[in-house]
């Protein structure tokens, strides 16, 4: 599962580039299918894989795990980007 969507204070600046289709959260540990391209959860798409062999966008066959590696660097810069806030911000938290 990702990371909730409304705990981010920029996400708009992003469009849906970093959202898991899966989940339909940030992602998690992103992990691309080297297949397609196509980019998601790290337990989302393994759990998908494990059941269903497809690429959810493209439904692209999906063979085996070997075919998932970490995200690109420049995803994994945008991600950085994201200004997340504290798991405690309904304790009244205000740290970004």
Known sequence: MGLDKN???NLAE????LICSICMDIFDEAY?????G???CKICIET????????LNCLLNVGYY????AA???LKNIMS???IHCDYEEMGCEVV
């Open 7 to 9: 705990r981010f204070e």
């Open 14 to 17: 992003f469009g849906g580039e």
């Open 32 to 36: 691309m299918l080297t297949t397609c």
């Open 38 to 40: 196509h980019t998601f």
């Open 48 to 55: 998908w894989i494990e059941e269903r062999r497809n690429c």
């Open 66 to 69: 070997r075919e998932l590696v």
């Open 72 to 74: 690109p660097v420049p």
């Open 81 to 83: 980007k994201l200004c």
